[in-house]
DNA sequence: CCTCAGCTGACATCTACCTGAAAAATGGAG
DNA sequence: CTCCATTTTTCAGGTAGATGTCAGCTGAGG
């Protein structure tokens, strides 16, 4: 398993690289947002272990630059005791977990194991939908031709949202609340003109609505 | 959703309990292990929230024998700030997130709302009707020959009624009052017309008359 | 035969939902 | 930084379906 350490503390960083590495994960070390970048456009990592306080900016970027490419990385947030804000705004932006400084190493093994199997429980290879071949893990979607359909970020999150249950109706605020993580409030009818996206994209048949209720993706 | 608090400290128990129900949820409150498994053995729970330092020997024995039992519940782990070993242990026997004390109950709140929207839609109880399959919790429901039919909001909350009292007998103002919570006068028939759309739908059989006390449903 | 509780078709709203388009925000290139 | 392309959000008009009401009808029970 490929890790992904995003830390400038290079006394940290080190302590967490060699109990990682013993536990049978390969470990890259960025120390600044730039770098960072790099190596997640580079790399497929399997987790980020992420610090918030880097000294060329705040490391909440990348995490937002994770999230907005939807690329389905589990990020653990490493953060100061005093910084709660911090913390905040990292579980806002999507993290997945965080971990306060200073952290046991053990528990940080735990909830790498935690937070990775609660990802991996959820990665489907292939999913079969309305005639169409969905990728989730690959953000990719092909037609029954083999002709690719590129979904921006938002149409993205409103198909796995429905995907994820699929054969059971998914109400309007429970698609919000998966696009919009904790408070940024929206007021407007954003959902509906997502799945009316979906369904110019992919045809009418992709989601069924329940009036009052929600919407269901198709069998 | 129904959640079992195991929490031996009767002040947070308390502060928890008022805080979780005033969010729709209902609280069931046990204080050691014995009382805990005898909750979990005769009701179906949604989640558990966990206290693991009981008077009566480590919560954590109630975590594994859910586990053992492959129920299907999720936990969240609440653990004092200086039982580091207990959240590695919890996580560790599968425990779906923790909370380390003291924590803000609009988090615990957040973090139940994560987790059991994590586990997404729970089973599918499906029960017969006059040759019909219903469920529930996905709003559908299935002719002998596997033809969906579609309900509105109003007309499955009838049928919801009508079969959570299923073999005793409804009467009209019980009815109103499912459909109508609290104030909102209803001044006509609607009952009425509601149960003559079901018949119209599902077939005359599936709702008895019985005049002048109320209806009931199929066998 | 009469009465009255209940049934049901019709209809006038009302509301949820759809969708095209404009406005705002965002990200990347130069 | 500025400009352009794309995405995201908002808004407004239109539509189909849901809802509540009523009036006339039906049939059970006296």
Redesign the pocket.
């Known amino acids: 398993m490929r890790i992904l350490l995003v830390e400038d503390d290079a006394t940290l960083a080190d302590a967490v690289r060699t109990h990682v590495t013993r536990h049978n994960h390969a470990v890259d070390l960025a120390e600044d947002k730039e770098s960072a970048l790099a190596c997640l456009a580079g790399v497929d990592y399997a987790l980020v272990l992420l610090d918030l306080r880097l000294p060329d900016g705040s490391g909440l970027d990348i995490l ?2 994770i999230r ?1 490419k939807k690329q389905m990385i589990p990020v653990i947030v490493l953060t100061a005791h005093d910084q709660i804000s911090d913390r905040i705004a990292g579980l806002n932006a999507g993290a997945d977990d965080y971990l306060v400084k200073p952290f046991d190493l053990d528990e940080l093994e735990a909830r790498i194991h935690a937070v990775s199997r609660r990802y991996g429980a959820s990665q489907t290879p292939m999913v079969e939908l309305a005639g169409f071949e969905v990728y989730p893990s690959e953000h990719r979607i092909e037609g029954k031709t083999g002709e690719r359909i ?1 979904l ?4 993205w ?1 409103v198909l796995e949202c429905l995907l994820a249950r699929r054969n059971s109706i998914v109400s ?1 605020s429970q698609i919000e609340e998966a ?2 993580a904790f408070g ?14 979906l ?2 994209k992919l045809g ?1 048949e992709i ?1 069924e ?7 269901r993706v198709a069998e």
């Open positions: 937002k630059h907005l590129s921006s970020a938002r149409e999150a309007k696009l919009y940024a409030e929206i007021e407007s009818n954003t959902v509906e003109v997502y799945v009316s996206r369904r110019r009418k989601v609505t329940v009036r009052g209720i929600g919407y």
